[in-house]
């Protein structure tokens, strides 16, 4: 069957006579390309499609000239490369190409072998330069402090136009046709930094040539790229001016030899980015610990070519002074220096002592979701093997818990249902409580994209209005912690009005009528009584999921982060499964993951009640192949404290000694200052990190770990995707990576962790954990990825439920009935205002990494979002300082005044020390899990100075205006009545 | 009550590191380069089994011209060290024509300034042109090799088109994608 399938997709196409085997749909390039048959083209671009720009890949139809590019194989295409007028129009068009770009390859920082411009005219065999080049009326663009746009260099192409409308959609470069020399704009002006521009480099990275080049590279790409212009001016003109005489080969020789000099001094290796659970990977340039970009590339499982600032430029931190890179010991009132023998030896002392003096459950650890798989994996090992306690815990629970909970109680695996190719596919996404485009940028690109260009609808639910809700096709603002009320609502207007999918919910899911019962007080009225929407909007939502074929849910701490987030997670669930929607492309839920690794670190057991694989310490026969498989007399039988619990252990005196990984939990804990006064208590603490954070203020030992790029691992984004990561670059001074951190503490408390790399940690948690039993280094080499559950033949699950399985005994979901109540947390008269927060997409958290860099070039200030309509009725502006105060804490900070938030809504982000709003945050968390309400904080307001500068720098692209446009109008090029279609000699080859 | 240490009271020295090679580093890395293509041994079995030689070397290695000479084939190994020895090949077969062609008398006296294209005017020197025209001939020679031996899979969309009017004579030219060929056959991790 599945062979027949394979048959009938294949056609045959002719080129030059010559039957050539091809998909239906392939695009010619591609095609060509895979028969090894060369058809030149520049524009084209196989994550972009034909642009229809750069006329060099002209062939020859039945019907005449077309573009190469344009075309698609199906039964029956037969083209000619070779007749005369194709190839005369090809160089036609590679000529007028020299005309807008001057060949100085050997200074040319974008000589690395992938230059295409390069690449195309040395292929063509261009003998020379048949129009001359002509420089253009326009400086080089060097306002933006992460690249620079050369419009002498620029050949038109449009791939960075396309790239930022239609990949990125971020819509702010845009080409200007009808100008006598036409050029790229931005937000249709000639400044780049002054613009709507995120900074997610896509254009840069696709761009074939230098005219858009990262400013890292500038100078330090080659051995001649250094040299200063008034220099490289006048060899340029040397040269340019032998080579009518040459010809360009001996130019071409002398620049490839360049290139391949290049080629072996600069190192490329493949890492996946230390930010977001998106989990873009890519290729880092490096000489040294010079890291001169970030090339993404079309091999990335997640991304492809696409990146945020975040992942792009967000590395200036892997060099920072502030580095720690020495062990530290407390000493009276100060740190000194100690080497790792003298460090290790007294953390597996007190350890040792504590726990003797105390007992297992003394002792607490913090696992990093910045951190490996493997690393959480021997995180807990530590805390369970060899110390004994099930106190370890991840960062998930301040997020994701509540996430992963309702999908445990509905369909079994705590993981995103499908890929993000899946979201790209539905036709209604309904995003809850997710501020997709800051947190999650290159996932909000595929929707966006799927959105402008393939008719998907959005439908957005959140308190304030974001960039998605601002692009949405319905928009709903609830009061905030009631998104359950209008979920179930909806939920029973679908089941009400013959929306549900009964067939699917009789065969595969339990509880239908005790659910059907417990939505009986959702009406639409009371829901809009309770959530303050309109029924006409909650009708709408309905309407629009239940006509839809395919639904997808997505969703972020919006949601979590509540007194009852595990309980709307669920109610999202619930929603979907009422309408069939799991198991089929285009459908199911997504709980956006936080961190890179935040869902790894929870798949690989630093959580404290389940092992790697999410088997419950509670359970004897999984405790048993535990401590068989780890070699050990006895594990823990109870779960133990969680992050937030923890804490409060402390403060009762259970808690005696913490190890805490990678976490500024004295920061990002709720409650900061309760916190920071229990680290004071601890009888030993112990703090591993690549910076001195503030939790480390408190440690007794302070370990210098190394982040991803000093090492080799691998990590879990938010689709289950495990992708490995290769080490960049040796770690900085002493510094070591957390992974022979930990085994050599393992072996110093007297367990065999010989673990010469990481794989061999991995093979034995494929060898312990069926839901990794097919997982090793060899199936993740390179850009390969696996999606878990991964079964011992390697094959991997892209898609969950696909066969209808829900991950429960008998193979059916459930439906969890659910009932509203409200949050704990009380705006009264005293605290009159609402303050919701989160992350900025230019930063990540509380800005530990991306504060140590050129980003606050962009933004580096914290501020608080206030409306229109409160700075009204409080006389305040943008620039005014306020006091925010609520029931635990206070923090001043500066007012940006904004129609994000609405009424008494206000918006604090996270990434300074300074502004930090967890000192606001109280002790009020999810009643299932216990991830901190975050969201649900009461505060009041006090005018401090109303005059005062912006806090957003004029540069930052939310004061851009965007010019959205459907393609880059290459029609207008030819319009023009200079445009001569090739083979027809230019009259103007250097204009476009 | 553990207090609070601030970050002032961390040493300086646990914090940042070296982030930029410098020039002893550089060094060690010639030196590692050297020895990892086995020059050293090279020289040293050629130093140890010639002690004559080797005087003279040494005596020459201290005159000021043997210093220069001595860093300019430092440059020159450090290069050749990273070229692969396919690579290596192709460019001293095409050399050796370059050279054969450079030799040429006729190339002495056949090739034309190039007047009216610029480069006369740059140079404004006939006589320095006419000197420099038999290594551009064997420059020519020399691409026109290379480009010959890279040419292993003639694609189908050669053709023929006019010259640009004083373009050099090179082999007939072929489509091409302009990828990255390193690029596209080599595993996108380090080894
Ligand atoms: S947003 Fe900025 S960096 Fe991203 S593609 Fe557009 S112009 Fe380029
Ligand atoms: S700047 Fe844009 S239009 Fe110009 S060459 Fe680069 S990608 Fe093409
Ligand atoms: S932060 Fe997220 S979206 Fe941005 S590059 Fe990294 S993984 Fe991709
Ligand atoms: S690749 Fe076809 S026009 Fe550019």
Redesign the pocket.
């Known amino acids: 069957m599945h062979d027949q399938a394979q048959t009938e997709a294949r056609c045959t196409i002719h080129v030059d006579g010559q039957p050539l085997e091809a998909t239906p749909g392939e695009p010619l390039?591609a095609c060509l390309e895979r028969h090894r048959i060369d058809l030149?083209?520049?524009?084209?671009h196989p994550q972009l499609g034909?642009?229809?720009?750069?006329?060099?890949?002209w062939v020859k139809t039945g019907d005449g000239l077309a573009?190469?590019?344009?075309l698609q194989a199906e039964e029956g295409l037969a083209i000619e490369l070779a007749p005369r007028e194709a190839d005369d129009a090809r160089h036609e068009?590679i000529d007028r190409v020299i005309a807008r770009h001057e060949l100085y390859c050997s200074v040319c920082e974008n000589n690395n072998g992938n230059c295409e411009v390069h690449n195309t005219v040395r292929d063509m065999r261009v003998p020379g330069q048949r129009y001359p080049y002509e420089a253009k009326p326009y400086a080089k663009d060097t306002s933006h402090p992460f690249y620079t746009y050369d419009p002498d260099q620029c050949i038109l192409?449009g791939r960075c136009v396309e790239a930022c409308q239609n990949l990125e959609v971020n819509e702010t470069l845009t080409i200007d046709w009808e100008r006598d020399h036409p050029r790229v704009l931005w937000d249709g002006g000639e400044v780049a930094d002054q613009s709507s521009c995120v900074s997610c480099g896509q254009c840069v990275t696709v761009c074939p040539c230098n005219a858009l080049m990262e400013n890292d590279m500038l100078g330090r790409a080659g051995p001649l790229t250094a040299m200063p212009w008034d220099i490289k001016r006048p060899l340029t003109n040397a040269i340019k001016g032998v080579e009518p005489t040459t010809g360009f080969g001996p130019i071409f020789t002398l620049s490839e030899l360049d290139s391949t000099q290049r080629h072996a001094d600069i190192q490329r290796t493949k890492t996946v980015c230390t930010y977001c659970g998106v989990g873009c990977s890519f290729e880092m340039w490096t000489r040294g610990r010079e890291i001169l970009k970030v090339q993404p590339t079309e091999h990335g499982p997640a991304n492809g070519v696409k990146t945020c600032i975040k992942g792009k430029f967000g590395w200036d931190f892997v060099n920072s002074d502030k580095r720690l890179t020495r062990p530290l010991i407390r000493e009276g009132d100060r740190f000194r220096e100690a080497d790792w023998d003298e460090a290790l030896d007294l953390v597996a002392r007190r350890l040792g002592e504590v726990r003797d003096a105390h007992g297992p459950d003394a002792l607490a650890f913090v696992a990093s979701s910045k951190c490996t798989n493997e690393e959480s994996y021997l995180t807990q090992k530590l805390a369970r093997a060899v110390i004994g306690t099930n106190n370890v815990d991840n960062c998930s629970r301040y997020c994701q818990n509540p996430a992963t909970t309702g999908l445990f109680r509905t369909v079994g695996y705590g993981g995103d249902s499908g890929s993000i190719s899946d979201l790209e596919m539905a036709d209604v996404v309904l995003m809850v409580g997710t501020n997709t485009a800051e947190n999650h940028p290159v996932i909000a690109s595929s929707l966006k994209r799927a959105q402008k260009h393939h008719g998907q609808q959005h439908i957005v639910a959140d308190v304030r209005r974001h960039e998605m809700a601002e692009r949405a096709d319905l928009f709903l603002q609830p009061r905030n912690s009631t998104d359950l009320v209008w979920l179930c609502a909806v939920t029973r207007y679908l089941i009400d009005n013959g929306y549900a999918d009964r067939e699917f919910i009789d065969a595969h899911v339990h509880g239908f009528e005790e659910y059907r019962r417990s939505l009986e007080p959702f009406t639409v009225t009371y829901a809009a009584e309770i959530t303050r929407l309109s029924e006409a909007s909650i009708i709408e939502a309905a309407e629009r999921i239940g006509r839809a074929e395919r639904v997808c849910g997505v969703w972020a701490m919006g949601v979590t982060q509540h007194t009852y987030g595990s309980d709307t997670s669920t109610a999202i669930s619930n929603l979907l499964l009422v309408t069939g929607n799991y198991g089929r492309p285009g459908t199911g839920g997504y709980p956006m993951r936080g961190h890179n690794n935040v869902q790894g670190a929870s798949d690989f057991g630093s959580l404290c009640n389940i092992f790697p694989g999410y088997q419950s310490v509670e359970d004897p026969e999984a405790r048993e192949h535990w401590r068989r498989g780890w070699g050990v007399d006895w594990l823990p039988e109870k779960a133990g404290f969680n992050n937030h619990s923890m804490i409060n252990a402390v403060s009762e005196g259970k808690l005696k000694a913490m190890y805490i990984i990678g976490e500024e939990s004295a920061l990002v804990d709720a409650n900061a200052n309760h916190v920071r006064e229990n680290f004071g208590r601890l009888d030993f603490m112990v703090v591993q990190d690549i910076f001195f954070s503030r939790t480390a203020e408190y440690a007794d030992v302070v370990l210098p770990a190394a982040p991803s790029v000093e090492k080799e691992g691998t990590f879990v984004n938010t689709e289950r995707r495990i992708q490995r990561l290769y080490q960049v670059m040796e770690p900085l001074g002493d510094a070591r990576p957390d992974w022979a951190i930990l085994a050599d503490l393992g072996r110093r408390l007297g367990h065999p962790w010989h673990y010469a790399h990481p794989s061999e940690i991995m093979d034995e948690v494929a060898r312990l954990t069926p839901l990794f039993a097919g997982v090793s280094y060899e199936r993740l080499e390179g850009w390969k990825s696996l999606q878990w559950p991964v079964a011992a033949d390697g094959t991997d699950t892209p898609r969950l439920y696909e066969d209808l399985e829900f991950h429960f005994d008998d193979g059916m979901a459930r439906f969890h009935p659910l009932e509203w109540r409200d949050s704990p947390e009380r705006i009264d008269d005293e605290y009159d205002l609402h303050l919701n927060n989160g992350r900025v997409l230019e930063h990540f958290h509380e800005g530990n990494l991306t504060g140590a860099g050129r980003i606050n070039d962009k933004l580096s200030e914290v501020f608080v979002e206030v409306s229109p309509e409160l700075a009204r009725e409080r006389g305040v502006e943008t620039g005014s300082r306020v006091r925010l105060a609520s029931r635990r804490g206070e923090i001043e900070l500066n007012v940006l005044v904004t129609e994000r938030v609405t009424g008494h809504g206000l918006y604090v982000p996270l990434h300074t020390r300074e502004g930090n709003v967890n000192r606001l945050t109280g002790d009020h968390a999810d009643v299932a899990v216990e991830t901190p309400a975050y969201k649900e904080i009461a505060v009041k307001m006090d005018v401090l100075q109303v005059d005062g500068p912006s806090p957003l720098p004029r540069n930052n692209h939310r004061n851009g205006q965007r010019i959205p446009i459907h393609d880059i109008g290459v029609e207008r090029k030819w319009a023009r009545s200079d445009y001569h279609r090739p083979p027809q000699a230019s009259t103007d080859p250097e204009r476009f | 009550m553990a207090q609070a240490i601030k970050s002032d009271r961390v040493p300086a020295g646990a914090l940042g590191g070296k982030t930029a090679p410098d020039a002893h580093d550089e060094l060690a890395r010639l030196i590692d380069n050297l020895h990892r293509r086995q020059i050293f041994r090279l020289l040293n079995d050629a130093l140890e089994s010639l002690p004559e030689t080797s005087r003279l070397i040494a005596g020459e290695l201290e005159s000021e011209g043997g210093v220069r000479g001595g860093a300019n084939l430092f440059v020159l190994l450090r290069t050749l060290g990273r070229v692969p020895p396919e690579d290596l090949q192709r460019w001293l077969d095409a050399a050796a024509r370059g050279i054969s062609a450079a030799s040429r008398e006729e190339a002495r006296e056949a090739y034309p300034a190039p007047g009216v294209l610029g480069v006369k005017d740059l140079l404004h020197d006939e006589a320095l042109w006419h000197s420099l025209s038999p290594l551009l001939e064997g420059l020519k020679a020399f691409t026109g090799e290379l480009q010959a031996a890279a040419d292993s899979s003639p694609g189908p969309a050669e053709g023929s088109r006019p010259d640009p009017e004083e373009g050099a004579d090179l082999p007939p030219r072929r489509a091409g994608s302009g990828r990255d060929p390193q690029e596209q056959e080599e595993s996108p991790h380090r080894e």
């Open positions: 390039i030149p083209h520049l524009c084209y034909p642009l229809e720009t750069c006329d060099t890949c573009r190469g590019c344009t068009g192409c």
